[in-house]
């Protein structure tokens, strides 16, 4: 059985082709995500001290499957095989990660750390963040970018705060550290930036370097799949932020406004003959008793998205792109020159 791992980086479409491509891939050629990989999320958790029996117990597990699944594909995606929490760490992933999986091909996804970083800060935003606003999220300080190693902190009321070291977003060592693991030859780089140009090469292409040689299903791209918020959402999101931390409220709950919408099954979807009055009424009562600002947020992104580049503040912008365009001169060292974006190395 051929293993394929996609490792991400999030935030470079891996969730759109987790939730539409991939799942419709062919049975009989590709097994992906089976329920034995939901055990990663405790084996990856770099917070966890690791035994020797619980990595033995995972490959005796994936080897049982690969005896029943002799000519399939395992298709694993899990953007924590070199990512924990919210900050890249491929040092100890790839060991984590070959440790798990001795014998795989390894799939990357990479973007522009400019553009990434913006989406992430907005994701972050998007799961209970925002405090001190962007520039604290890069640790932005008279203007130059810190370099403390970043941080991940919660205060006694609940609020998160992530601070980057944008020195240590490195795509260099991303990729390095996973090609020193499996060897150049396992370990493929795709690039966000290639999906915008042309989402369809793009897909035909991720499905030829997983083998998939069977019929790629046809995909609708105008889907906002976990699409960030707003430049307004965001500024929103901070002034409220900064508001009730002074005065010392504690904020929604996120994840408990999650697991309500599950456990009481509150969906837009459910067609209106369905939506009885005493539906609507649990709705309502659940919407404005523990719906987060980040809901209300989202329904005005449905109906206008006002959007801007936040970094446009304090020359955050063009800074940015000179370390990064410098760093990514690394890349050369072990990717072809005519495969990587030109902005990655070039003003």
Same mark, same amino acid.
């Given at each position: 059985?051929?293993?394929?791992?996609?490792?991400?980086?999030?935030?470079?479409?891996?969730?759109?082709?987790?939730?539409?491509?991939?799942?419709?891939?062919?049975?009989?050629?590709?097994?992906?995500?089976?329920?034995?990989?939901?055990?990663?999320?405790?084996?990856?958790?770099?917070?966890?001290?690791?035994?020797?029996?619980?990595?033995?117990?995972?490959?005796?597990?994936?080897?049982?499957?690969?005896?029943?699944?002799?000519? +399939?594909?395992?298709?694993?995606?899990?953007?924590?095989? #070199?990512?924990?929490?919210?900050?890249? @760490?491929? !040092?100890? *992933? =790839?060991?984590?990660?070959?440790?798990?999986?001795?014998?795989?091909?390894?799939?990357?996804?990479?973007?522009?750390?400019?553009?990434?970083?913006?989406?992430?800060? +907005?994701?972050?935003?998007?799961?209970?963040?925002?405090? #001190?606003?962007?520039?604290?999220?890069? @640790?932005? !300080?008279? *203007? =130059?970018?810190?370099?403390?190693?970043?941080?991940?902190?919660?205060?006694?009321?609940?609020?998160?705060?992530?601070?980057?070291?944008?020195?240590?977003?490195?795509?260099?060592?991303?990729?390095?550290?996973?090609?020193?693991?499996?060897?150049?030859?396992?370990?493929?780089?795709?690039?966000?930036?290639?999906?915008?140009?042309?989402?369809?090469?793009?897909?035909?292409?991720?499905?030829?370097?997983?083998?998939?040689?069977?019929?790629?299903?046809?995909?609708?791209?105008?889907?906002?799949?976990?699409?960030?918020?707003?430049?307004?959402?965001?500024?929103?999101?901070?002034?409220?932020?900064?508001?009730?931390?002074?005065?010392?409220?504690?904020?929604?709950?996120?994840?408990?406004?999650?697991?309500?919408?599950?456990?009481?099954?509150?969906?837009?979807?459910?067609?209106?003959?369905?939506?009885?009055?005493?539906?609507?009424?649990?709705?309502?009562?659940?919407?404005?008793?523990?719906?987060?600002?980040?809901?209300?947020?989202?329904?005005?992104?449905?109906?206008?998205?006002?959007?801007?580049?936040?970094?446009?503040?304090?020359?955050?912008?063009?800074?940015?792109?000179?370390?990064?365009?410098?760093?990514?001169?690394?890349?050369?060292?072990?990717?072809?020159?005519?495969?990587?974006?030109?902005?990655?190395?070039?003003?």
């Amino acid at each position: 059985m051929k293993i394929v791992l996609f490792v991400g980086l999030p935030k470079t479409a891996t969730t759109f082709f987790e939730l539409n491509l991939f799942p419709e891939l062919d049975e009989n050629e590709v097994i992906f995500n089976p329920p034995l990989m939901e055990k990663l999320s405790y084996l990856l958790d770099t917070k966890n001290d690791l035994k020797d029996n619980d990595i033995n117990n995972f490959k005796s597990e994936v080897a049982a499957l690969a005896r029943k699944n002799n000519n +399939k594909i395992l298709l694993v995606v899990n953007e924590h095989l #070199g990512y924990w929490d919210w900050l890249p @760490d491929p !040092k100890i *992933g =790839s060991e984590r990660t070959k440790s798990l999986f001795p014998d795989a091909k390894i799939l990357i996804s990479l973007r522009f750390q400019r553009d990434w970083l913006l989406s992430l800060y +907005k994701h972050s935003i998007d799961t209970g963040g925002g405090y #001190g606003g962007i520039k604290r999220f890069l @640790d932005y !300080k008279n *203007g =130059s970018f810190q370099s403390k190693g970043g941080k991940i902190e919660y205060n006694d009321i609940g609020y998160r705060d992530i601070v980057v070291d944008v020195f240590n977003i490195n795509w260099h060592l991303f990729v390095n550290c996973f090609i020193e693991k499996y060897g150049r030859e396992s370990v493929q780089v795709m690039f966000f930036e290639n999906f915008l140009e042309n989402k369809i090469s793009f897909t035909e292409n991720l499905c030829r370097t997983i083998g998939i040689m069977s019929e790629i299903p046809m995909l609708s791209f105008h889907k906002k799949i976990n699409r960030s918020p707003s430049a307004l959402s965001c500024i929103i999101c901070e002034l409220q932020r900064a508001v009730i931390l002074k005065l010392r409220i504690k904020p929604r709950s996120i994840q408990e406004w999650n697991e309500i919408v599950k456990k009481n099954k509150l969906s837009r979807s459910i067609s209106g003959n369905k939506k009885s009055f005493k539906y609507l009424c649990k709705v309502t009562y659940y919407v404005l008793t523990k719906a987060p600002l980040q809901f209300f947020l989202k329904l005005l992104d449905e109906l206008i998205y006002i959007d801007w580049n936040l970094l446009n503040r304090n020359k955050m912008d063009s800074n940015l792109i000179k370390i990064y365009q410098t760093m990514n001169k690394d890349l050369l060292e072990i990717l072809d020159e005519a495969k990587i974006p030109a902005r990655y190395i070039k003003s």
